[in-house]
């Protein structure tokens, strides 16, 4: 790498008390590129996010941003700016002051303030609404406001909490696209945390998945989804039907696996192959189940299974299999053709996915 | 409204009304009566503005109104710059059980009455009191000091009594002030001072002005600290009520200055929400 990234962390630790929020985290964020942290609730990403904008003092472990070291650094004087998760503009200040705040604080010239104001809420698609107070604007303006008064410092780094979180569904859909194309416009590093799984898929150009402090695996989108690291990555980023058994045979990366409802599935190991009688876990993801009404070729994952229920939602329709053995259920895609199109409640299909496509882990502590 | 339930609205608003009426609409009343009759013989009365003219020609009485006036405020002042820093404290650097227990010991005080705080306040002031032979004793001054009877005394007591009704609105309004908001200003490159003076002060005004109000009408309005502690030579505008009232049996023109000491608060209420830019109801409504 020529330059240096924008931030590095090196195993960065945060103690509160006896628990481990943040534990020894390490990643690089190159400039200019849209990096997420993904996790469920309570995972610690707020906690590495307040570490990295100055509020929270890291227990152990350094942070740089580019190059320097932000140990020693006030949250004032640092080159990042964040996005909070309520936005927290500043209601005692219409939206002209608000943006201009930071500017304020630098001692910049009143009338410069006026014009890089103007400039920012144009660029963010909002001209003109200075006068503005902050009550009077919608939920997505407000989001556009709190980016527009960071990105008017032109920071470094822009640390952005869950500030989707607090808007209707539909608006977050539009928000995502809109983020992605403010992150490119402004050429900036982006760190955003959230635990919604797909905006995290659709706007990064790399996802860290964070669980219980740690970080479990960084990657692309690609790389998160096709090829997890271990199970806890297989069941949180996408959908996917899990299965749990014990290990009944193995053939180089090929693992042979009888659940606990009695069914025999065989699926691929990525990282280590678990050892015959250990407890593992197969993760199968909807879309790569292949139905059809006739039994299909000697695959060793195909067995007739029962329409529990069709989940039509257009494209992204699904349907929910009950296998009569084992009373196992598989949720699965279902292509909206040919004589799939009328399947009901009730009738029999085959359902079989490649093994290639599935995937194995050995349980973890098992 | 259907006429039983109008009915219903005027019963429940009774209480209030029949407050107001007697306890204040009456006896202001009463007083404005007897303040403009003025006294021509025994018994004898005639209708006229004299009481007030007396107290505009006698400097004594003027000077203690404005005096009066002028420590109220300073009082008022006081207490603000004592209570906000105490009262940010407790609503943004402490939580859970450290802040109800901080806020507990600002009502201590409260559990004895006036007269006996101002008697602790006397003990510890007086000539031969603790402060007094505590500096003696580290050789600060020479001989025993009084520090009774002035008006840094009254300023004391007046300070002591009202800083709680200035302490309770701001930690509600800075309470309400999401900490988010104050980190966001960190974050965006402000000082200590101007996130002060731009997001929390703003925040906090409606508290301010409440509790300004409120001390301020108390120290005005306060007859036992100040002419207890500022002795005979330190006069307060109440005691010049007083005066007329028992002692002098002048009730005409102790209902005159009654009535000057009311517009006095009131105008100086006024005065002041306008120049902090809060309306009555907003600051009372929190
Ligand atoms: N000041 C604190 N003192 C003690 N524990 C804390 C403190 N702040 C956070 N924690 C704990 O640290 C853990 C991580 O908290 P954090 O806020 O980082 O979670 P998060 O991943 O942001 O979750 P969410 O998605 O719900 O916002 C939680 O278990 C929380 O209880
Ligand atoms: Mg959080």
Known sequence: ?366 | MTDKSKLGFYLLLMPLMLWLITLIILPHIGLFMVSISEKIGVRQYETGLGNYAVFFNEPLYWRTFARTAFMSIFTTVLTLVLGFPVAYYIAKLTRGRTKTTLFLMCLIPFWVSELVRTFGWMILLRETGVLSNFLQYTGVIGGPVEFLYNDGAIMVGLVYTSILFMIVPLVTTLDSLDDSLIEAGYDLGGSDYSIMREIVIPHAMPGIVSGCIVVFMLSLGNYLTPILLGGKDSLWFTGLIYTQFITRFNWELGSAFGFLLLALSSSIVFIGLKLSRQSLTETMGR
């Open chain 1, 1 to 366: 790498m020529t330059t240096p990234a924008d931030l590095v962390c090196k195993d960065l630790t945060k103690d509160f008390d006896d628990f481990r929020a943040v534990d020894r985290v390490s990643f690089e964020v190159p400039q200019g590129s849209f990096f997420s942290i993904l996790g469920p609730s309570g995972c610690g990403k707020t906690t590495l996010l307040r570490m990295i904008a100055g509020f929270q003092f890291p227990t152990s472990g350094d942070l740089l941003i580019k190059g320097k070291s932000m140990i020693d650094v006030g949250p004032s004087k640092r080159p990042v700016s964040m996005v909070f998760q309520h936005l927290a503009l500043f209601p005692m200040m219409n939206i002209g002051k608000n943006v201009g705040f930071g500017l304020r604080q630098r001692g910049v010239p009143a009338a410069e303030i006026k014009t890089r104001v103007g400039r920012v809420l144009e660029r963010v698609g909002l001209p003109g609404i200075e006068d503005r107070q902050v009550d009077q604007l919608s939920g997505g303006q407000k989001q556009r406001v709190a980016i527009a008064r960071c990105m008017v410092l032109e920071p470094d780094v822009l640390l952005l909490d869950e500030p989707l979180g607090a808007l209707d569904l539909k608006l977050r859909e539009h928000m995502k696209i809109e983020l992605k194309s403010l992150q490119a416009e402004f050429n900036t590093t982006f760190v955003y945390i959230t635990h919604d799984q797909s905006e995290a898929l659709v706007m990064s150009d790399n996802i860290a998945v964070m669980n219980k402090g740690r970080f479990d695996q960084i990657g692309t989108a690609k790389e998160l989804y096709y090829e997890p690291a271990n199970a806890f990555v297989a069941g949180f980023v996408g959908d996917a039907n899990k299965f749990s058994g014990k290990v009944m045979g193995i053939d180089g990366q090929r693992v042979t696996v009888t659940t606990n409802g009695g069914a025999e599935l065989s699926a691929q190991a990525m990282h280590g192959t678990p050892s015959i009688g250990a407890n593992a876990q197969i993760f199968v993801r909807p879309e790569a189940i292949a139905l059809s009404k006739t039994a299909p070729s000697d695959n060793p994952n195909t067995t007739p299974r029962i329409v529990d229920s069709v989940l039509f939602n257009g494209a992204n329709s699904m349907v929910l299999l009950r296998d009569p053995q084992s009373g196992e259920t598989l949720q699965v895609t279902l292509p909206q053709t040919g004589d799939l199109l009328g399947l009901g409640k009730g009738d029999t299909v085959f359902a079989d996915w490649d093994p290639a496509q599935a995937r194995c882990f050995a349980t973890e502590g098992a």
